[in-house]
């Protein structure tokens, strides 16, 4: 099972603060044990929001909203993605992690979707083109 374990952000992390090298040093060592636990599958930092932006659907229609946007606590600053064998093992290893915030702060856990999810909607056909669309992505991933 993959979930994905998203940093939640502060005020502190919309500001730019960046991490001080004690919690630098004290993350580089939780990600290491993930590494060597063979669970670790991707794990990045996020610049703020002030330095994103959102695209809006509606209909046909797209429209380009820059950032910062409002509501801190709903947005993300940084995430991994493990592959363990259960919520509750995930549960477990954030209850490891450093607070990964200088401010008290908040790790979301959420799984990530499989194909075998999608039930019938998921016909062969559209399972076959998402392996090969997945590891054309891969090959393009290593090549770089």
Do not use: Y
Request: proline fraction near 5%.
């Amino acid at each position: 099972m993959r979930f994905m374990l998203i940093v939640k952000a502060t005020p502190e992390s919309e500001a730019g603060k960046m991490p001080s090298q004690e919690l630098l040093t004290a993350m580089g060592k939780f990600n290491e044990e993930l590494v060597n636990a063979g669970v670790l599958l991707a794990g990045e930092g996020l610049h703020p929001s002030s330095r994103g932006v959102r695209v809006r659907f509606s209909g046909k229609n797209r429209t380009v909203i820059d950032g910062p946007f409002a509501e801190t606590k709903e947005l993300i600053a940084g995430f991994w993605l493990v592959q363990v064998k259960s919520l509750e093992e995930a549960i477990e290893w954030v209850k490891r992690c450093p607070n990964p915030m200088e401010s008290e702060s908040d790790i979301e856990i959420r799984q990530v979707f499989e194909m075998d999810d999608f039930g019938a909607e998921l016909t062969p056909e559209l399972r076959e083109q998402e392996q090969r669309t997945m590891a054309k992505a891969a090959a393009l991933q290593r090549q770089h």
